[in-house]
């Protein structure tokens, strides 16, 4: 069912099948074209879904582009499926297209979990059961957008913000004319994003935190997150992330502070929002993604000389 939020701007919930973000909010603009803001996995739930709310909208099909805030499956999954037409950050794209067709990606990635702790079995899982794996589109032809380009589609005049964080190229769209910010996961306002590990030079988290800054001060009456409610205001919600963000950075500190060496230790020491008590009832997918963000938290503190890395061949200690 599409939900009508301003004119010529409605709103489409994609369901995410047995995945605890439960939909995604797909944002449609209409006009003489048609841009849809994520798409939901490829699955033909989220298809079907889709189809049905841009039938209620009476959009044409045949003039619908995309804009992918960012390269997750539950944002780009149906992009090839709906238009020909997909923008996106360019290097979103390359680790997009890098994740579906070279095998040896995920063999390296679960390398890396498992010298920072990961048991190898539950790392060889994850190249089978990940959502990147399961539900990417498999073929696409990109259109990169940039900080500082301008997408019009009705009376909207949508500016794209660079906001890396949750990923490498997240883009956010800005209208100032109506101070409508399209946040993505750049900010939700009922969970909070995942901040992960992305490359052996990374700072992820102090990307994330430096963005929230930029788009603390734009003037913005309404944000659309890429999950979940969209009631809130983005300063306030600001202000709550950065706090969060700086209460785990302490539970991480304080876990190395007590001799606990791999990034899987540590992630057992921080406070996961997650219905379940014991840390060995999560499901493998639960614990990449935890693991994946204390491993972003103590690249934080390690690039600002707060604990240190020594590599050994199997396994990356973060003594104090």
Not at 137 to 143: L, S, Y
Not at 175 to 180: A, L, T
Request: some cysteine; hydrophobic content about 35%.
């Amino acid at each position: 069912m599409a939900e009508k939020i301003a004119e010529g701007l409605y709103r489409i919930q994609i369901p995410l099948p047995k995945n605890p973000l439960k939909y995604l909010n797909s944002y449609v603009i209409t006009g003489s074209r048609t841009l849809i803001i994520d798409t939901g996995f490829n699955l033909d739930i989220c298809y079907q879904e889709m189809r049905r709310g841009l039938e209620e909208i009476g959009v044409d099909l045949s003039r619908v582009e995309i804009f992918a805030t960012h390269l997750h499956a539950d944002h780009l999954g149906l992009a090839s499926r709906l238009s020909d037409e997909v923008f996106i950050s360019r290097i979103d794209a390359e680790i997009a297209v890098e994740s579906v067709i070279h095998p040896e990606y995920w063999k390296e990635l679960a390398e890396f979990y498992r010298k920072n702790g990961f048991p190898p079995e539950e790392a060889e899982k994850v190249s089978k059961i990940h959502p990147a794996v399961k539900y990417s589109p498999k073929a696409i032809q990109f259109n990169f957008l940039k900080e500082g380009d301008v997408l019009e589609y009705g009376n909207f005049r949508l500016e794209v913000m660079h906001t890396p964080g949750h990923t490498l190229g997240h883009l956010c769209l800005y209208e100032p004319d109506r101070k409508i910010l399209f946040s993505g996961d750049h900010i939700l306002f009922d969970i909070t994003p995942n901040i992960t590990h992305w490359g052996a030079f990374d700072d992820s988290l102090g990307d994330y935190l430096r963005s929230l800054d930029r788009v603390y001060e734009l003037e913005v009456e309404k944000t659309l997150p890429g999950h979940r409610n969209f009631y809130g205001n983005h300063r306030k919600r600001i202000e709550e992330l950065k706090e969060h963000h700086r209460r785990r950075l302490e539970e991480a500190l304080n876990a190395v502070k007590s001799g606990y060496k791999t990034a899987w230790e540590i992630a057992q020491r921080i406070t996961w929002d997650l219905d379940y008590e014991d840390w060995n009832e999560l499901p493998t997918m639960q614990k990449w993604f935890a693991v994946g963000e204390t491993i972003a938290h103590l690249n934080y503190l390690e690039k600002r000389k707060i604990v240190r890395r020594e590599d050994s061949d199997r396994i990356c200690y973060f003594p104090a």
